[in-house]
């Protein structure tokens, strides 16, 4: 136990404002909710989404918020590093299901908040272009876009251990 306070006005003020300092003109948020989450109760995370709507659409920034179950695990893999090389999976066009789902989802709401609601973004996950923007996003900020990407381990033969005799 940490003693954190589940105060909503904090929580949503720490979140958003990072958000609005990025200076991005629209953001779709994903506020997670279930046993797998920081919320727990659906009521909370709906005060959490409509506290970090309204801060951002204040601030100028065209805001709206999705809240997602998490319940359940959402794809197969566990850990930060993990989790973003199968998002990588995603952009390439495959990953698991329900992750293509939220991305899909997802990626629907900011299209529509950019003007944009016609986009068609499961062909762009599968024709590769969503791939090609993310390398584009990743190398606009000096970063190797192949570091993400999932790579196979070799494997190291096992040590023997030397028999007595």
């Known amino acids: 136990m ?7 006005p904090l929580i949503a003020s720490s979140i958003m404002s990072k958000k609005i300092a ?3 003109e629209s953001l779709v ?3 997670k909710v279930g046993s797998g989450a920081f919320m727990h109760d659906l009521a909370k995370a709906r005060e959490l989404a409509q506290t970090m709507v309204a801060l951002g659409t204040d601030s100028g920034v065209a805001t709206t918020a999705l809240i997602t179950d998490m319940d359940t695990p959402l794809g ?3 850990g930060n590093a993990n989790e973003v090389r199968e998002s990588v999976e995603v952009l390439a066009g495959g990953g698991p299901a329900d992750v293509v789902e939220l991305t899909v989802t997802l990626a629907r ?5 950019a003007g944009q609601p016609d986009a068609d973004v499961e062909a762009a996950l599968r024709d590769g272009r969503a791939m090609d923007v993310w390398r584009r996003m990743i190398r606009a900020q000096d970063g190797d876009p192949d570091g993400a990407l999932p790579t196979r381990k070799k494997r190291r033969p096992s040590p023997r251990t030397p028999r007595e005799s």
């Open 109 to 113: 709401e900011m299209l529509a908040l």
């Open 2 to 8: 940490t003693g954190t306070v589940e105060a909503v």
């Open 76 to 78: 197969r893999a566990i």
């Open 29 to 31: 948020l994903d506020v």
């Open 22 to 24: 990025e200076g991005t």
